[in-house]
């Protein structure tokens, strides 16, 4: 019989297995820079990473990076000393970003936005430095569906994470291979491999963040109806443009007026099929 840490290895392996398949996500010879924070997503990211280099339908390197962004009392020593015990290719980047945040962001508001370009643009510099093709961030399902409801709400626009882009500089792509990935199975899965969690003492301890508001209210609705998330999951995988007010959009599709069979199919609940359908290729193994 399989222990639990098994069954989430296995099931979590298929998950991303299917991102990395849906969105071609890794092509023959790439190196990947897998960007750890220390925190749980990253840690999985980077376990499964290793995993699928062993079985993989193509070769590729990961160069796993961590950034000591100069938060008082980081940890990083466990990090480090975790990655050299497990064998993985590994280096730490010091960069004092927390200077430039705090002095910058009046006290009170939200650290994560500033944060963020300061970490993506280090991470954008050093992938050139070491000749990386693909840039690896640990982003789950639960992130994208917190991203979804953060545009609507309060950014007048309905989009997400895209589980691939071409980023603003026109030189690095960004994967996130866990998007399939759910919250839940990756804290337990952290917990039982027993990493060494680092905590983030900057936009970890603000606890009004909008998006930790979205993350609350997506759980509540998980816990009223069970299989919320994988829906609205779906529903991102099964867009209806003609079903949308966007005027720019119907004009780059052509479309004069919406067919009246689509809007009669509204509201149809999504076949199981369809919630849990495979990559059409070898990375998602039957095993």
């Known amino acids: 019989m399989q222990s639990e840490s098994e069954v989430l290895e296995r099931k979590l392996s298929r998950a991303m297995g299917r991102a990395l398949g849906d969105f071609s996500m890794i092509s023959e010879g790439d190196r990947i820079l897998v960007a750890v924070s220390g925190g749980k997503d990253s840690y999985t990211m980077a376990y499964l990473l290793r995993l699928f280099q062993r079985k993989a339908p193509v070769n590729f390197e990961i160069e796993v990076v961590n950034i000591d962004q100069g938060h008082p009392g980081y940890p990083g020593h466990l990090l480090a000393d975790y990655m050299e015990r497990e064998g993985y290719p590994f280096r730490m980047v010091?960069?004092?970003?927390?200077?430039?945040?705090?002095?910058k962001i009046p006290e009170g508001k939200t650290f994560c936005s500033l944060c963020s370009r300061l970490r993506r643009g280090i991470l954008y510099s050093l992938a050139q430095e070491l000749g990386c093709t693909k840039i690896a961030l640990g982003h789950h399902r639960d992130d994208v569906?917190?991203?979804?409801?953060?545009?609507?709400?309060?950014?007048?626009?309905?989009?997400?994470?895209?589980?691939?882009l071409l980023a603003d500089d026109g030189k690095n792509v960004?994967?996130?291979?866990l998007v399939f990935c759910a919250e839940d199975e990756i804290r337990r899965f952290s917990e039982l491999k027993e990493f060494p969690i680092l905590p983030c003492d900057l936009?970890?301890?603000?606890e009004n963040l909008q998006r930790k508001r979205m993350g609350r209210l997506i759980d509540d609705l998980e816990r009223e109806t069970p299989g919320t998330?994988?829906?609205?999951l779906a529903a991102l995988r099964n867009v209806k443009p003609s079903q949308l007010l966007d005027s720019g959009l119907w004009k780059?599709?052509?479309?004069?007026?919406?067919?009246?069979?689509e809007e009669q199919r509204e509201g149809t609940l999504v076949p199981e099929s369809r919630l849990r359908s495979k990559a059409s290729t070898p990375w998602v193994s039957e095993g």
């Open 174 to 177: 960004v994967i996130r291979p």
């Open 203 to 206: 936009c970890g301890s603000q």
């Open 252 to 261: 780059t599709m052509g479309l004069a007026v919406a067919d009246e069979r």
């Open 229 to 232: 998330k994988q829906i609205m």
């Open 94 to 103: 010091r960069e004092d970003t927390y200077k430039i945040v705090t002095e």
């Open 145 to 164: 569906l917190q991203t979804l409801l953060l545009n609507l709400l309060f950014a007048g626009k309905l989009g997400a994470m895209p589980p691939k």
